[in-house]
C-alpha cells in the first residue's frame, strides 16, 4: 500500500491536481487496486479464512461506493434542480385548483367586520400570483435545460431540448444521465492519467499503477451497466407489464359497460374508452423505448467488457511481470550479499615464515 500511496500523491500533485472529483474517489481507487494484487494471491475458496470470493466482495463494495462519486455531475445536479421545480409546478397546481373551487362559493363582497372572509376577487389576486409564480419557473426550467444541453455540448454531444424533455420524462431517464455522467467522468481521470504516463515514460510502477487505475474505471462502468439494465428487467419492465394488464382490464370492463349502457352514460364511457385506447399506445411506446435502450445499454455493456478484458490483461501483465522484476533484483541482491559474506578479508601474508605456517594450517584443517 506504502507504494500506491506514494503513486497517489504524485498523481494528485501532478495531472489530477485539477480534478475536484479526484479527490473524493482516491482511497477507494487505490483501495480496488490493492484488493486486485491481494486477490491475484489469494486460495481460490476455503472453509476459513480470507480467500477470492472474500476480496471480490470486498471489490465490489468499493465499486458501489465508487459509482456514488463517479455518477454524479452538472447534469445530475441540474437534474435533481428540475425534479424540485416539477415539485414546485404540481403543488402550485393543486393549491391554484383549490383556490378555485374555494372561489366558487366565495361572496363578491365582504362586511367590514369580516376580516378573514375571502371574496371572489382575492382569490383571483391569489390564482394571479400563483400564475406568475408558474411563469417564472418554467422560464427556470428553460434555464436549466439549456444548461444541461451545455454540459453535453461540452461532451461532446448534441442534445436538443426535445430529447432533454423526453429524458427527463422518461422512467429510463435518470439511468441515462447517470451513464452520461460516469463516462465524462471517467475519460477526464483517464486522459488525466495518461497525460501523468507520458510525462513519465520509463517508470514502470508508474505504468502498472495505471492500468491499475484504468481497470477500475472501467469495472466500475461495467457495474454500473449492469444495475441500469437489471433496473430495466426487474423493475421497469414488470411495472411496465401491470399497467398493460390492468389498461386491457379496464378496456373490456368498458366495453361490457357500453354494451349496457343508458343513453346518458355513453358519452363517460366512450371517453374512459378514448383514455384507455392512449393509454395502450403510449404503453407500447413505452415498451419499444425501454427495450430499445435496453439494447443500446446491453450493447454498450458488450463493448466495455471487452476493453475491461484487455485492460486486465495488461495490468496482470505488468503486475506479473513487475513481480518477476522486483523478485529477481531481490534475488541478484540476495546473492551479491551471501557471495560477499563468504569471501574472507585479504590477510597481509607478506613474510614468507607467516605464509608457509598459514598454508600448514590449511593442511591440518583439511587431514592431510
Same mark, same amino acid.
Given at each position: 500500500?506504502?507504494? @500506491?500511496?506514494?503513486? +497517489?500523491?504524485?498523481?494528485?500533485?501532478?495531472?489530477?491536481?485539477?480534478?475536484?472529483?479526484?479527490?473524493?474517489?482516491?482511497?477507494? +481507487?487505490?483501495?480496488?487496486?490493492? $484488493?486486485?494484487?491481494?486477490?491475484?494471491?489469494?486460495?481460490?475458496?476455503?472453509?476459513?479464512?480470507?480467500?477470492?470470493?472474500?476480496?471480490?466482495?470486498?471489490?465490489?463494495?468499493? +465499486? *458501489?461506493?465508487?459509482?456514488?462519486?463517479?455518477?454524479?455531475?452538472?447534469?445530475?445536479? !441540474?437534474?435533481?434542480?428540475?425534479?424540485?421545480?416539477?415539485?414546485?409546478?404540481? !403543488?402550485? %397546481?393543486?393549491?391554484?385548483?383549490?383556490?378555485?373551487?374555494?372561489?366558487?362559493?366565495?361572496?363578491?363582497?365582504?362586511?367590514?367586520?369580516? @376580516?378573514?372572509?375571502?371574496?371572489?376577487?382575492?382569490?383571483?389576486?391569489?390564482?394571479?400570483?400563483?400564475?406568475?409564480?408558474?411563469?417564472?419557473?418554467?422560464?427556470?426550467?428553460?434555464?436549466?435545460?439549456?444548461?444541461?444541453?451545455?454540459?453535453?455540448?461540452?461532451?461532446?454531444?448534441?442534445?436538443?431540448?426535445?430529447?432533454?424533455?423526453? @429524458?427527463?420524462?422518461?422512467?429510463?431517464?435518470?439511468?441515462? @444521465?447517470?451513464?452520461?455522467?460516469?463516462?465524462?467522468?471517467?475519460?477526464?481521470?483517464?486522459?488525466?492519467?495518461?497525460?501523468?504516463?507520458?510525462?513519465?515514460?520509463?517508470?514502470?510502477?508508474?505504468?502498472?499503477?495505471?492500468?491499475?487505475?484504468?481497470?477500475? +474505471?472501467?469495472?466500475?462502468? $461495467?457495474? !454500473?451497466?449492469?444495475?441500469?439494465?437489471?433496473?430495466?428487467?426487474?423493475?421497469?419492465?414488470? %411495472?411496465?407489464?401491470?399497467?398493460?394488464?390492468?389498461?386491457?382490464?379496464?378496456?373490456?370492463?368498458?366495453?361490457?359497460?357500453?354494451?349496457?349502457? %343508458?343513453?346518458?352514460?355513453?358519452?363517460?364511457?366512450?371517453?374512459?374508452?378514448?383514455?384507455?385506447?392512449?393509454?395502450?399506445?403510449?404503453?407500447?411506446?413505452?415498451?419499444?423505448?425501454?427495450?430499445?435502450?435496453?439494447?443500446?445499454?446491453?450493447?454498450?455493456?458488450?463493448? $466495455?467488457?471487452?476493453?475491461?478484458?484487455?485492460?486486465?490483461?495488461?495490468?496482470?501483465?505488468?503486475?506479473?511481470?513487475?513481480?518477476?522484476?522486483?523478485?529477481?533484483?531481490?534475488?541478484?541482491?540476495?546473492?551479491?550479499?551471501?557471495?560477499? $559474506?563468504?569471501?574472507?578479508?585479504?590477510?597481509?601474508?607478506?613474510? *614468507?615464515?607467516?605464509?608457509?605456517?598459514?598454508?600448514?594450517?590449511? %593442511?591440518?584443517?583439511?587431514?592431510?
Amino acid at each position: 500500500m506504502k507504494v @500506491f500511496c506514494v503513486v +497517489l500523491t504524485l498523481f494528485s500533485a501532478t495531472a489530477w491536481a485539477q480534478g475536484s472529483l479526484w479527490p473524493e474517489i482516491r482511497d477507494e +481507487l487505490g483501495d480496488v487496486v490493492e $484488493l486486485y494484487d491481494e486477490q491475484a494471491e489469494l486460495p481460490k475458496s476455503r472453509l476459513w479464512g480470507r480467500d477470492r470470493k472474500s476480496a471480490q466482495r470486498d471489490i465490489e463494495a468499493l +465499486l *458501489d461506493k465508487l459509482l456514488l462519486a463517479l455518477e454524479q455531475s452538472e447534469l445530475t445536479e !441540474a437534474r435533481e434542480d428540475i425534479h424540485k421545480i416539477d415539485s414546485r409546478v404540481q !403543488a402550485i %397546481r393543486e393549491q391554484k385548483q383549490e383556490l378555485r373551487e374555494q372561489r366558487i362559493s366565495a361572496p363578491d363582497e365582504k362586511q367590514p367586520y369580516e @376580516f378573514l372572509v375571502r371574496t371572489r376577487e382575492d382569490y383571483t389576486k391569489k390564482i394571479q400570483i400563483l400564475e406568475q409564480d408558474l411563469r417564472e419557473l418554467e422560464l427556470e426550467k428553460e434555464k436549466t435545460l439549456r444548461e444541461m444541453a451545455e454540459v453535453y455540448e461540452g461532451m461532446g454531444l448534441e442534445v436538443s431540448d426535445e430529447q432533454l424533455r423526453f @429524458f427527463l420524462g422518461s422512467v429510463g431517464g435518470e439511468d441515462i @444521465f447517470r451513464l452520461s455522467s460516469l463516462f465524462h467522468n471517467i475519460r477526464d481521470l483517464n486522459e488525466q492519467s495518461a497525460t501523468l504516463m507520458k510525462e513519465q515514460p520509463g517508470d514502470s510502477k508508474l505504468a502498472r499503477r495505471y492500468y491499475g487505475l484504468y481497470v477500475v +474505471l472501467v469495472e466500475s462502468a $461495467l457495474r !454500473a451497466h449492469d444495475q441500469v439494465l437489471n433496473n430495466i428487467d426487474e423493475r421497469y419492465l414488470p %411495472r411496465l407489464s401491470e399497467l398493460e394488464q390492468r389498461n386491457e382490464e379496464l378496456m373490456i370492463e368498458t366495453e361490457e359497460l357500453l354494451a349496457e349502457a %343508458r343513453s346518458e352514460d355513453v358519452e363517460i364511457l366512450q371517453a374512459s374508452a378514448r383514455v384507455q385506447e392512449l393509454s395502450a399506445q403510449s404503453l407500447i411506446l413505452y415498451r419499444q423505448h425501454l427495450q430499445e435502450f435496453q439494447q443500446r445499454v446491453d450493447q454498450g455493456r458488450g463493448k $466495455l467488457e471487452q476493453r475491461y478484458k484487455v485492460a486486465r490483461n495488461a495490468y496482470d501483465t505488468l503486475r506479473v511481470s513487475s513481480a518477476l522484476a522486483d523478485e529477481v533484483n531481490s534475488l541478484l541482491e540476495e546473492l551479491q550479499n551471501l557471495r560477499e $559474506l563468504h569471501l574472507p578479508e585479504l590477510l597481509p601474508l607478506d613474510d *614468507d615464515a607467516v605464509q608457509e605456517r598459514f598454508q600448514d594450517i590449511t %593442511r591440518e584443517l583439511q587431514g592431510n
